[in-house]
């Protein structure tokens, strides 16, 4: 009887621990397909793909002079939609910048010729444990041109 229940508490013990064990860092590959799926998005004017990875509730802020503009999930997909097609002269890149096991929080970097717009990404996992961005902040910084030391004249 004793061996019984000495063999019963330690496969509760196994099974209680197993349960709260430590299983890594999660599933990368999923937020970095919603990233990828953002990116994606912004260069091929894709709005579907863009309506997938945004959450019902997301905002997508661009400061404008002293003030910061916020657009809706809504507003943003329409006006890709709106643009249809359109695709964009720009190479990206992107980096986590800090992870857990129910948000992220992402850089997406689009090079341009004259600048580098930057979109720093909040993703979240919904009620359903899919990832979903919920917040975009895009803001832009001037590329340095190097000046060439001579002067280009026009000639006729």
Known sequence: M????LVACIICLLSASSMYAYTGPGDNAA???VIRDFIESHMTSNYKKLNKVLDENSTYKIPHGQEVLVQSKEELVGQMKKDGGLV???TSNYEV???SDAMVIARVDFRYDTNIQHNY???EKDKNLEWKITQVCKIFDDVAIPQSKELATAKN
């Open 31 to 33: 937020y970095n397909s």
């Open 88 to 90: 964009q002269n720009c």
């Open 121 to 123: 990404l909040i993703l």
């Open 2 to 5: 004793k061996n019984k229940f």
């Open 97 to 99: 910048l800090a992870k």
